[in-house]
């Protein structure tokens, strides 16, 4: 049975021998075949079978002897570099080494385990036993303890060894830590300890002792100087000061100190308790105050720590004043200041002094400037009063005069009567302007504010301006509106009655447009025309009183008071006014008002109706009582009412007009009575009492 090749060539060598004898071997065994064919011939082929098994041996021995040269090739490779790298770290090492020793500061390298793995000579040097006990693995716990133990090692006052190491091992932890030790011998090392990357510990010893002496030297230069530069100081001070130590004793002091307290040479001498120096100061000065005085003996009493303290003293024989402050420093030394006040306390009283009389000048010229105020306000008062007045008593005869004209101008007369009335109504509207300013001027006004139907306002003045809107040839319309809004009726259509013959006068072309808008719960009536239009730096001042910004207005149109009555107006209702205006476009005024809670429900004013103006009197047999104290005035009405086929009942006062009604005993159908009567009486009061009467 032919048995496979490979198990043949594993029973005629041994893998566990050497290549190269395997090699020789496998040659030895193919040679003895070959020359056993040679000899031998096996007439069935077994021995040239024997020959082919002999060469496929053979090349198996080749291709194993190739793989074994292969591998010991790659052998030979690989320890030729792994002797370079021994040489090569043994030459790192060798190299670390020397650098290691060559620094000038003592290291020492633990491992991640923390374990000593190398150090250098200089490492622990100052302290020999320490070094004596230094070894590769040496654990960082145990070296601790060495340096701990050892009796070249410094500790601080209280610090024993054991709690040492155990706050040494604590900080260990940390990745960086520098610190200072202190060695006998007045020696100090540096100890500088670093985690490296792989979480081992370098730590470095550097010998600062001269550094520390140098340190050393110079602070204490620097306390001499700071000593002396202080002692300077406090000598050009103007404070007296003294200086005492943690226990109380005297150790400094100034010489204003000796100025100001006056003390005998003993008493500041050095080594001088506290509360002997206190005695002594306090036997010639005073306290004003006792709780400062027993706050004083408590502080003196007081061994710990003590707040700071101020306290006023008084020299009992000259008066001055000191002020002292007493404060506690971070060494448990304090002290004491004294400032002589005596200048500032004299200029405060003298200060005190002239505040109180200044006070009293400012009052009595407080009170002067109430009395020229009053007295102002009286003037003013009086001044409206006057105007008032002056202008109800010019608009009497005024009115009677149109009266008269109006008779006139209906029979017919010279057209010059036409003039004379336009000449009257402008001086008329002037005086009711002045009026107007009068009383908007005086907190004695009083507003009335009512539920008012707009359109009522809104009709009336289309019939009153559309005359004069067509004479200059403007479109003119007013939109009807069915809201109500809450204002003083007077008030409300004065206020748009001026926008509106505002408008017209400083229009030439175009046309006006008046109209309202709801705005929430507020209406915003706006008066639109397409006239000159008013400057951005107009705007300022066209509210202004007499301030007309086209001087070649005439007087006859006006004395600038319409827009300022409008505004005063406003500011008295509570409107808002609002002026738009593109010069050469033309400009829109809006005044917002607020709406009555009857708003879109009144039905007194339908969209488009327009009350009448005038309501016709010819009705027969009507009797109206006319009550008016200027007697040209009551001629001329009682002309003008005749004339319309009224009867009528003139009086000139109260008295008279009670006492004709009750003589004829007959009510009138109508009452026509001026407000401002003589002797303080008014129209409003005599109506009341007639209709209490009829």
């Known amino acids: 049975m032919t048995m496979p090749a490979g198990s043949i060539s594993d029973d005629l060598v041994d893998p566990s021998e050497p290549p190269q004898i395997q090699i020789d071997r496998l040659k030895t065994i193919a040679a003895a075949l070959m020359r056993r064919v040679e000899m031998q011939t096996d007439r069935n082929g077994a021995d040239y079978a024997q020959f082919e098994r002999a060469a496929m041996l053979e090349e198996q021995v080749r291709r194993r002897t190739a793989e074994l040269e292969?591998?010991?090739?790659?052998?030979?490779?690989?320890?030729?570099?792994?002797?370079?790298?021994?040489?090569?770290?043994?030459?790192?090492?060798?190299?670390?080494?020397?650098?290691?020793?060559?620094?000038?500061?003592?290291?020492?390298?633990?491992?991640?385990?923390?374990?000593?793995?190398?150090?250098?000579?200089?490492?622990?040097?100052?302290?020999?036993?320490?070094?004596?006990?230094?070894?590769?693995?040496?654990?960082?716990?145990?070296?601790?303890?060495?340096?701990?133990?050892?009796?070249?090692?410094?500790?601080?006052?209280?610090?024993?060894?054991?709690?040492?190491?155990?706050?040494?091992?604590?900080?260990?932890?940390?990745?960086?830590?520098?610190?200072?030790?202190?060695?006998?011998?007045?020696?100090?090392?540096?100890?500088?300890?670093?985690?490296?990357?792989?979480?081992?510990?370098?730590?470095?010893?550097?010998?600062?002792?001269?550094?520390?002496?140098?340190?050393?030297?110079?602070?204490?230069?620097?306390?001499?100087?700071?000593?002396?530069?202080?002692?300077?100081?406090?000598?050009?001070?103007?404070?007296?000061?003294?200086?005492f130590d943690a226990d109380g004793l005297l150790v400094g002091w100034n010489n204003r100190f000796k100025v100001l307290t006056g003390l005998p040479p003993h008493t500041y001498s050095l080594g001088t308790r506290f509360s002997r120096v206190a005695e002594q100061i306090l036997q010639r000065f005073y306290m004003q105050q006792a709780v400062a005085q027993r706050r004083l003996a408590q502080w003196m009493r007081d061994q710990g720590p003590r707040e700071p303290l101020m306290f006023e003293l008084t020299q009992r024989d000259s008066g001055r004043i000191l002020d002292s402050f007493t404060q506690r420093l971070p060494d448990d030394s304090f002290i004491v200041t004294f400032t002589d006040v005596t200048a500032e306390r004299d200029a405060v009283r003298r200060l005190a002094r002239a505040n109180e009389e200044l006070e009293a000048r400012v009052a009595a010229r407080t009170e002067e400037m109430k009395d020229a105020l009053l007295r102002a306000e009286r003037s003013n008062a009086s001044k409206s009063r006057f105007v008032a007045a002056a202008s109800h008593d010019l608009l009497q005869p005024l009115s009677a005069a149109k009266l008269y004209l109006s008779t006139a101008e209906a029979a017919g007369e010279h057209p010059n009567v036409k003039k004379a009335s336009e000449a009257l109504t402008n001086v008329e509207r002037i005086i009711e302007a002045l009026l107007d300013i009068s009383r908007l001027d005086t907190e004695e006004e009083q507003f009335e504010l009512v539920d008012l139907p707009l359109n009522e306002v809104f009709g009336a003045l289309s019939h009153a301006f559309a005359p004069a809107a067509a004479a200059k040839g403007l479109r003119f319309r007013i939109r009807p509106t069915r809201e109500t809004v809450l204002s003083d009726p007077m008030y409300l259509q004065r206020i748009v009655q001026n926008l509106i013959s505002n408008a017209i006068r400083y229009t030439e072309t175009g046309g006006i447009l008046v109209g309202a808008r709801r705005r929430g719960d507020r209406l915003r009536i706006e008066v639109w025309d397409s006239g000159i239009g008013i400057r951005d730096e107009d705007r300022p001042v066209v509210f202004e009183e007499f301030r007309r910004l086209h001087r070649r207005a005439s007087a006859s149109e006006g004395m600038g008071l319409g827009l300022a009555i409008v505004e005063r107006a406003c500011s008295r209702l509570g409107h808002a006014v609002e002026l738009c205006s593109r010069p050469g476009r033309g400009s829109v005024f809006r005044v917002t008002v607020d709406l009555s809670s009857r708003s879109g429900r009144a039905e007194a004013a339908s969209r488009g109706q327009v009350p009448q103006l005038r309501p016709s009197l010819a009705s027969a047999g009507l009797l109206v009582l006319l009550v008016d104290n200027d007697d040209e005035l009551r001629r001329a009405l009682v002309a003008l009412l005749e004339r319309w086929g009224v009867s009528v009942l003139d009086a000139q006062g109260p008295d008279e007009a009670i006492a004709l009604l009750e003589e004829m005993e007959i009510a009138p159908d109508a009452l026509l009575i001026d407000y401002q009567l003589d002797h303080g009486a008014n129209g409003l009061e005599l109506a009341a009492a007639l209709h209490r009467r009829h």
């Open 70 to 243: 292969r591998a010991l090739a790659l052998l030979n490779e690989s320890n030729a570099k792994l002797s370079t790298a021994n040489h090569e770290i043994e030459a790192a090492r060798r190299d670390l080494a020397s650098a290691i020793e060559a620094v000038q500061e003592g290291f020492a390298l633990f491992g991640v385990d923390d374990v000593l793995l190398l150090f250098n000579g200089r490492f622990c040097w100052q302290m020999p036993e320490v070094r004596a006990q230094l070894r590769p693995g040496l654990p960082f716990a145990d070296y601790i303890r060495i340096v701990a133990a050892s009796n070249m090692l410094q500790l601080p006052e209280g610090v024993t060894p054991d709690s040492w190491a155990a706050n040494r091992i604590h900080r260990h932890r940390k990745d960086h830590i520098i610190f200072n030790l202190a060695l006998k011998g007045d020696r100090w090392l540096q100890i500088s300890e670093h985690r490296t990357a792989n979480s081992g510990t370098a730590i470095v010893q550097t010998d600062v002792t001269d550094l520390m002496r140098a340190e050393r030297e110079q602070r204490d230069r620097l306390l001499d100087n700071q000593s002396r530069i202080v002692r300077a100081t406090l000598d050009h001070l103007n404070q007296g000061v003294a200086i």
